[in-house]
């Protein structure tokens, strides 16, 4: 096999650049980021990965070669705090962490389901108990009213119920743009080592139609967020097993994410006089 020509894989990636930078630059405009506050970021980031990628051997000269990046924004750059909002982060986890044991202890689940749970009550599984089972730094009421705010729960007479698609539902922007952050920055980080590597490791599979009816597509789309629902419960399940097992041991320093998506559009509306990379 030949080698592929050095200036036709070049265009072939910014091709495919290209195609990955259309659906951010609309949030980028919907945000109100302009293509100079974009530039700073890029070129922020560009010395954020080339310091981790050489290590100790990361002074400002070898980053400003590596990445092309005026050395004066490199130092700048590298001497800047790095603020995690951290607020988000933890009310993110307490929720998710709230959702996800109701989902998979056997202690809330009847027939294989969410129990609907009182509100209070010590003498069996309630909303309270299992706040409080994760955390007593924080109110049951507080988690609560923010679950329901969310249309992640329904209460009906202090009867707690978790929502079909509390899993995956969010009604708070800074929630929203954090799912937005970490999940499509793990999915790009599976496809990106994917592609530098000989050996691809990480699942990363898609199926993909076209020429189809909008009946067609709503009827695969139904079946699609059926089993993908029934699937994210099994994996919820397996994996918060596997961690009641492991979290005590010092070699438990792994994280995954496990995620699905289903994308649709009219190809005559949106991408009418455009060529197609996908064809079937």
Do not use: C
Request: hydrophobic share 35%; charged share 30%; glycine share 6%.
């Amino acid at each position: 096999m030949t080698a592929r020509d050095p200036i036709s894989q070049s265009r072939l990636f910014e091709r495919a650049l290209r195609r990955l930078l259309r659906p951010l630059v609309r949030a980028l405009i919907a945000q109100g980021v302009s293509a100079p506050a974009l530039y700073r970021i890029v070129k922020q980031t560009y010395v954020e990965v080339a310091s981790d990628d050489l290590g100790t051997a990361a002074t400002d000269s070898r980053v400003t070669v590596l990445t092309g990046v005026h050395r004066r924004d490199v130092k700048e750059f590298r001497t800047r705090d790095q603020e995690e909002d951290g607020e988000t982060q933890r009310k993110v986890s307490i929720l998710l962490t709230v959702v996800g044991r109701w989902m998979s202890d056997p202690v809330y689940l009847e027939d294989g389901q969410p129990r609907v749970l009182p509100r209070f009550g010590q003498d069996g599984p309630s909303f309270e108990t299992l706040v409080q089972s994760i955390s007593r730094d924080i109110r049951p009421r507080t988690v609560l009213d923010e679950l329901t705010r969310q249309g992640i729960t329904g209460v009906d007479e202090d009867q707690v119920s978790l929502m079909s698609e509390g899993l995956v539902g969010s009604a708070d922007t800074d929630q929203k743009l954090h799912f937005f952050a970490h999940n499509l920055g793990d999915h790009m980080q599976a496809a990106v080592e994917n592609l530098l590597s000989n050996d691809p490791q990480h699942l990363e599979r898609a199926v993909f139609y076209n020429h189809l009816n909008a009946a067609s597509v709503e009827d695969v789309e139904s079946e699609a967020r059926r089993l993908s629902l029934d699937a994210l419960r099994q994996i919820n399940a397996l994996a918060a097993g596997k961690q009641a097992k492991d979290k005590t041991e010092a070699s438990a320093t792994h994280r995954f994410r496990f995620g699905v998506f289903f994308y649709k559009e009219d190809e005559d509306a949106e991408t009418k006089g455009k060529t197609s990379d996908d064809d079937r």
